[in-house]
C-alpha cells in the first residue's frame, strides 16, 4: 500500500485521540475530521464515561464536525480513524455524506468497512464514500492490543 504523508499525519492525529481514551479507561479509538487539509474536530471513544452505547469516537467526531460547520452533511470532509468502523458508524458517516473515511487497524469482530461486511460498498445507496483501510495499522493494532492485555493482567491480579 502506498501511503500519503497526510493519512500518516491524520492517523497520528487520531491515534492521540484514542489514547486519550485509553487513559480514560475507554477501549482506545479515536477519530478526526479533517476539511480542507484541517482537523475541524475529534472525537474519542466515551461509552463507559458518558453512559452512552453510541459514544463511538467516530460519532463524537461526527457531532463536533456538524456543529462546527452547522450542517449534518459534511460534503467536502474526510474522517480518520483507529479502529475499522461499526456499522452503526458506518451509517452516520454515510448520512454525513463524508467524502473519504480512512481506518487504521482492521476490526474482525464487528468491522464493517471490508471484515465482517462493506456497507461502503452498497451501491444502492444514494451517497458513494470512499475507504481506506490499513493506515498505520501496525500502531493502531498495537494500541488496541496493549490495552485489552493490560485489562487481562489486572483482572488476573488479586485486589
Same mark, same amino acid.
Given at each position: 500500500?502506498?501511503?500519503?504523508?497526510? &493519512?500518516?499525519?491524520?492517523?497520528?492525529? *487520531?491515534?492521540?485521540?484514542a489514547?486519550?481514551?485509553?487513559?480514560?479507561?475507554?477501549? !482506545?479509538?479515536? *477519530?478526526?475530521?479533517?476539511k &480542507?487539509?484541517e482537523?475541524?474536530a475529534?472525537g474519542?471513544?466515551?461509552p463507559?464515561? &458518558?453512559?452512552d !452505547?453510541?459514544?463511538?469516537?467516530?460519532?463524537?467526531?461526527?457531532?463536533?464536525? *456538524?456543529? %462546527?460547520?452547522g450542517?449534518?452533511? %459534511?460534503?467536502?470532509?474526510?474522517?480518520?480513524?483507529?479502529?475499522? !468502523?461499526?456499522?452503526?458508524?458506518v451509517?452516520?458517516?454515510l448520512?454525513?455524506?463524508?467524502?473519504?473515511?480512512?481506518?487504521?487497524?482492521?476490526?474482525?469482530?464487528?468491522? *464493517?468497512?471490508g471484515s465482517?461486511?462493506?456497507?461502503?460498498e452498497?451501491l444502492?445507496?444514494?451517497?458513494?464514500t470512499?475507504?481506506?483501510?490499513?493506515?498505520?495499522? &501496525?500502531?493502531?493494532t498495537?494500541?488496541?492490543?496493549?490495552?485489552?492485555k493490560?485489562?487481562?493482567?489486572?483482572?488476573?491480579?488479586?485486589?
Amino acid at each position: 500500500m502506498i501511503l500519503d504523508m497526510s &493519512d500518516s499525519y491524520f492517523m497520528q492525529q *487520531a491515534l492521540a485521540q484514542a489514547s486519550l481514551a485509553g487513559l480514560a479507561g475507554e477501549v !482506545p479509538v479515536g *477519530a478526526v475530521i479533517v476539511k &480542507d487539509g484541517e482537523v475541524i474536530a475529534t472525537g474519542h471513544n466515551a461509552p463507559i464515561s &458518558d453512559h452512552d !452505547p453510541t459514544a463511538h469516537a467516530e460519532i463524537k467526531a461526527l457531532r463536533a464536525a *456538524a456543529k %462546527l460547520l452547522g450542517n449534518y452533511r %459534511l460534503v467536502d470532509c474526510e474522517l480518520f480513524v483507529t479502529l475499522e !468502523p461499526c456499522t452503526m458508524c458506518v451509517g452516520a458517516m454515510l448520512h454525513a455524506r463524508l467524502k473519504r473515511v480512512v481506518f487504521g487497524a482492521y476490526d474482525a469482530k464487528t468491522g *464493517a468497512a471490508g471484515s465482517q461486511t462493506n456497507v461502503f460498498e452498497n451501491l444502492n445507496l444514494n451517497h458513494q464514500t470512499a475507504v481506506q483501510g490499513g493506515v498505520l495499522a &501496525d500502531e493502531c493494532t498495537k494500541l488496541l492490543q496493549d490495552f485489552f492485555k493490560e485489562r487481562r493482567l489486572a483482572q488476573k491480579s488479586p485486589s
